[in-house]
């Protein structure tokens, strides 16, 4: 099992820049795949970015170029840079875990909201 926490969320203005931070409860290094999703009001919840199982990583059309997922693995904590941010990006962004054994872990979510 893991524990995930996210922080770093807030109110900014369009073209803004925030970093989020999700801290795992235990080594980051070998858990399946790790990633950042987020959730608006009345839409389903999608990918961001992510760490594949094949180390890759992957992010949705609407960030490329703009967000940046990162990993600290001597911190067991996992980054999304997101800069030049849209009011479209407005969400609660949630930390996920996969793990081989145990399946999917979410953290509670942090609020991103971009004013323009």
């Known amino acids: 099992q893991v524990q995930l926490v996210e922080s770093g969320g807030g109110l900014v203005q369009s073209g803004g820049s925030l970093r989020l931070s999700c801290a795992a409860s235990r080594s980051i290094f070998s858990i399946y795949a790790m990633g950042w999703y987020r959730q608006a009001p009345g839409k389903q919840r999608e990918l961001v970015a992510a760490?594949?199982?094949?180390?890759?990583?992957n992010y949705a059309d609407s960030v490329k170029g703009r967000f940046t997922i990162s990993r600290d693995n001597a911190k067991n904590t996992v980054y999304l840079q997101m800069n030049s941010l849209k009011p479209e990006d407005t969400a609660v962004y949630y930390c996920n875990a996969e793990l081989i054994t145990s399946g999917d872990y979410w953290g509670q979510g942090t609020q991103v909201t971009v004013s323009s």
């Open positions: 760490f594949t199982s094949g180390g890759r990583t």
